[in-house]
C-alpha cells in the first residue's frame, strides 16, 4: 500500500543523545514536510523540503535538522536532544507545494 | 503570519445528530482551507478540502463552508455515527508557499 512509513514507531531518549527520525514515501511526491504535535498546540512546521536537493525552515525549527538526497527520504535530526522536543513527530509529503498533504502515522519520542 | 482559531476544542453529539466545527484565520492572502481527521495513535488524513474560489464543497456526509469576507470556514458533518468520533483539524494556507497553519483542534464524541 502506497503512502508514507516513519520509523521508529516510538522512542525514549536521554537528554544530549543525537537521533534520527526516518522518513520514506513511495508516492513519489515532491514535497515533504516534518511537523510536531503538542497537546493544546495543533501541529507546528519544523522543516520542509520543495524537492530533493532543498529544504527550508518552518515555525519551529530551531535544534532540528534535515536533508534531502532524494525524492524518497527525509531524515529529521535532534543534535543533541533536550526535554522540551518530547513530542509527536509526524512526517507529510504532497505532490507539489501547494497540494493536499498525507501524513505518517507518527513517532513518539520521549526525551528524558 | 498566519493564525487559525479553532471552536469548540470538544464537542459531544448523539448518533445522527449534526456536528459543527468552527475556524477562524486572520491572512487574507489564505486560498486553500484543508480539514484533517486524526484517529488515536494515527496521523492526520485529509478528510475534505475547499479554496478560496469555492464558497462550499460537499462530500457525502461531510461539507466544509468558506466565508472570505469574514475569514472563517467551517466543518458540517450529518447523520453522525460512533466511527465520526476522532479528533479534527483545520488548516489555512497561501498555496504560493507551503506552510500550513493548522488550528488546536476538535474532540468529537458521538455517542450510540
Known amino acids: 500500500i502506497a503512502g508514507i512509513t516513519q520509523a521508529p514507531t516510538s522512542q525514549i531518549l536521554a537528554a544530549g543523545r543525537r537521533m534520527t527520525l526516518r522518513c520514506t514515501q513511495d508516492?513519489?511526491?515532491?514535497?515533504m514536510y516534518w511537523y510536531r504535535q503538542d497537546l493544546g498546540l495543533g501541529l507546528r512546521l519544523i522543516h520542509y523540503?520543495?524537492?530533493?536537493?532543498?529544504?527550508g525552515k518552518g515555525e519551529v525549527p530551531d535544534g532540528y535538522s534535515v536533508s534531502r538526497a532524494n525524492t524518497d527520504d527525509f531524515p529529521l535530526t535532534l543534535a543533541s536532544a533536550v526535554p522540551s522536543q518530547t513530542s509527536v513527530y509526524f512526517c507529510?509529503?504532497?505532490?507539489?507545494?501547494?497540494?493536499?498533504?498525507?501524513f505518517g502515522d507518527g513517532t513518539r519520542l520521549s526525551i528524558l | 503570519g498566519e493564525n487559525v482559531e479553532q471552536h469548540p476544542s470538544t464537542l459531544s453529539v448523539q448518533e445522527g445528530d449534526s456536528a459543527v466545527i468552527k475556524c477562524t484565520y486572520s491572512?487574507?492572502?489564505?486560498?486553500?482551507f484543508p480539514w484533517y481527521k486524526q484517529e488515536l495513535g494515527k496521523g492526520p488524513q485529509l478528510i475534505i478540502d475547499?479554496?478560496?474560489?469555492?464558497g462550499e464543497k460537499k462530500d457525502q456526509r461531510i461539507a466544509v463552508t468558506l466565508n472570505k469576507t469574514a475569514k472563517h470556514f467551517s466543518l458540517h458533518i450529518t447523520e453522525t455515527q460512533p466511527e465520526d468520533s476522532a479528533v479534527y483539524f483545520c488548516?489555512?494556507?497561501?498555496?504560493?508557499?507551503?506552510?500550513?497553519?493548522f488550528g488546536t483542534g476538535t474532540r468529537l464524541l458521538v455517542s450510540p
Open positions: 491572512d487574507s492572502a489564505s486560498n486553500y
Open positions: 507529510a509529503s504532497s505532490d507539489r507545494v501547494g497540494q493536499p498533504q498525507h
Open positions: 475547499i479554496r478560496s474560489n469555492v
Open positions: 508516492m513519489r511526491h515532491n514535497a
Open positions: 523540503s520543495n524537492t530533493a536537493g532543498t529544504t
Open positions: 488548516a489555512a494556507s497561501n498555496t504560493g508557499f507551503q506552510k500550513l497553519v
